[in-house]
């Protein structure tokens, strides 16, 4: 039987979101918000109470199924008395037919599914607490960990002028983030630990279910700096590449710029793409807009990704959220530029015109203004995209992702 909460998800990604996964990735309509989806029909009615954050948990929980290879699964039949390939079958149920309990593994023997069960094993899915689709199809999903906490992914469809769809998933690395970046929702809302690996990867089985559709690309751009999760990072990414099939090249790692963690990725030789979070052209500026650049200079940044494209030859894109009046001058752009020359080829920047967020005072620049910006760089050979927005309507477009619940777990009141 089809719980109601997964009825209900049947019901968005069938109805509206497949309605609007038609829309072309043009500019985001000005119609208003779909209506909120709450997939919350087998929850407690919850409040909201104030508790102090917890230590961050182990990146991986030793009992948990999603984030294991097929050679791990192989094994843990084994262990369990079963013959090899249950492991591979394991592997299918999780992440091809992506059953979310071990009770629904009806391949597997009863006695090796009560098996596992008794010794705490579980699938490690959980259950998405509400899902908001914006006019544009862009899709933010919120996820109900095991302790409450409430954390954001993205699901951004995309079908081009060929007709060819693209799914992509942003996914967060953290519940909240610790670098408060003064442009930046996630960042306001404070932090409250890092995510284990299955954490990360059922975001991107989450947006799959959610939209029938396999996920073509994932960024990881939701909440939260990767490289201080990157362990979890690592693991989630492997898992992302040789069990959900998602090429290497299909995945971007995004940082504002961590001290030596970008030569620890760039040692990985991994085929994904850095996406560095510059948004200004000069250590002063940048300071002002990104704290935490006070611990990493500018020039030590460049020099790191000098080497990761050296290292993995793959190109570093450099991500500018244009503020206006703040860092969207021609004279930003043109010292954007030369900043970018003195430290090689092989750079790509995407603009990002800011996304409006409550309780900040910066503004978007015009589109003249953007354009502008974007035509001074390109005049000095340096490629440039100006990112589209989405989501806008459902507070899921860059630098939005936040949620009242980021900070506190959700308390049931039935239990107190
Ligand atoms: S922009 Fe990224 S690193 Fe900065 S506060 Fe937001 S989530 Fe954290």
């Known amino acids: 039987m089809v719980p109601a909460s997964m009825a209900l998800l049947h019901h968005v ?28 029909a087998a929850l407690p009615s919850v409040t909201l109470r104030e508790s102090n954050p917890a230590p961050s948990p182990p ?55 009560s098996d ?53 998933a942003c996914v967060s690395s953290q519940v909240g983030c610790p670098l408060r970046c003064s442009f930046c929702a996630t960042g306001k809302g404070g932090f409250s630990r890092n995510l284990k690996r299955h954490e990360i990867i059922e975001q991107v089985l989450a947006i799959e279910e959610l939209f029938n559709h396999r996920v073509t690309n994932v960024v990881f751009m939701g909440m939260g700096e990767p490289m201080l999760n990157l362990k979890s990072v690592l693991d989630a990414h492997r898992c992302l590449n040789k069990d959900i099939q998602i090429g ?42 990104v704290p935490s650049a006070k611990s990493y200079p500018l020039d030590a940044l460049m020099k790191d990704c000098k080497e990761y494209f050296l290292e993995t030859g793959r190109r570093v894109s450099f991500e500018y959220t244009l503020l206006a009046g703040v860092n969207d001058g021609l004279e930003h752009a043109v010292e954007l530029a030369e900043l970018l020359h003195i430290w ?35 005049s000095r050979k340096i490629t440039v995209s100006v990112r589209q927005t989405r989501g806008l309507d459902a507070s899921a477009a860059c630098g939005q992702l936040r949620n009242d619940f980021q900070k506190s777990p959700l308390l049931a009141v039935a239990d107190e």
């Open 59 to 113: 990146h991986v929980d030793p009992h948990v199924l999603i984030g294991m290879s097929e050679s791990e699964l192989q094994q843990l039949a084994v262990d369990f008395g079963q013959q090899k390939y249950r492991g591979k079958q394991l592997h299918i149920l999780l992440y091809k037919t992506k059953v979310k309990e071990i009770q629904g593994f009806s391949h597997l023997p009863q006695a090796f599914r």
């Open 344 to 378: 090689g080829r092989g750079y790509h920047v995407n603009l990002i015109p800011f996304n409006p967020i409550e309780g900040s005072d910066y503004r978007r620049p015009y589109k003249k203004q953007v354009l502008q910006f974007a035509g001074a760089l390109e």
């Open 116 to 168: 596992l069960r008794d010794a705490g094993w579980k699938v490690g899915r959980s259950p998405v607490h509400r899902a908001v689709a914006s006019a544009d199809g862009t899709v933010k999903i919120l996820i109900k960990l095991e302790d409450n906490r409430l954390v954001e992914t993205v699901g951004i469809p995309v079908e081009d002028e060929k007709g060819s769809y693209r799914l992509t």
């Open 13 to 40: 990604s069938t109805a509206p979101i497949a309605r609007a996964i038609r829309v072309r990735a043009m500019a985001v309509s000005s119609a208003a918000c779909l209506p909120l989806v709450e997939a919350t």
């Open 248 to 289: 290497q090249r299909m995945m971007t790692i995004s940082t504002v710029g961590v001290p030596n963690t970008i030569k620890m990725l760039a040692s990985h030789k991994l085929q994904s793409t850095l996406a560095v979070s510059l948004h200004a052209p000069n250590q002063k500026l940048r300071e002002t807009i």
